[in-house]
């Protein structure tokens, strides 16, 4: 949309396979980086706006802007930390709702809504629904067990099993033993019985 508007559009990234997808799709008018500290940080200082969209799955996002960055923005400029669900990007990000969205911190913008897609109820609704039935079938049809053991992407999405933590960034988060989820399964007779 931005380029659309006819904004001056950088992607920062750390796989190459994305930003030449990004690059292929949108042409020249999409400026493509590889994303380290020296270009984060004269990037984040030259934009108007920066949209911080990292995603660990499973995990906290990195604070990727530090609150020195911030301080050294121009004032005015926005940060819209679309990981706030996840702890956010920026340093100086705290969760903010649909009726407040907004806050000031060294004179630049924060937009830290947490579930942004709310802001579109039915639009996201619609999304969320094509993404997730396949899975929602697959569970009807299947039964729980079956369905996450014939699909490895379905597998990943494991949390807990049989009292055991099956992910291993949160079993890492959280201090606890990580268990490999297909093994939660096989070994667990009472986890997710059909």
Known sequence: MALGMGADVTVLDRNVDVLGGLARQFGPALKTVY????????????????????LV???????????????????GSVLVDVAIDQGGC??????TTHAEPTYVVDG???????????AVPRTSTYALNNVTLPYALAL?????????LDNPH??????VC???VTYRA????LGYEFVDPAKALTSSPKALAS
């Open 35 to 54: 994303s380290t500290r020296a270009a984060l940080l004269e990037y984040v200082l030259g934009a108007d706006m920066v949209v911080g969209a990292v």
């Open 57 to 75: 799955v499973g995990a906290e996002a990195p604070k990727l802007v530090t609150a020195e960055m911030v301080k050294r923005m121009r004032p």
């Open 90 to 95: 920026f340093a100086t990000s705290r969760p």
């Open 108 to 118: 630049v913008v924060h937009y830290c809504v947490a579930s942004m897609p709310g």
């Open 140 to 148: 009807v049809d299947r039964g729980p067990r079956k369905a996450l």
């Open 154 to 159: 379905f597998l990943q999405g494991l949390n």
């Open 162 to 164: 049989g009292g055991k």
């Open 170 to 173: 949160v079993a890492n988060d």
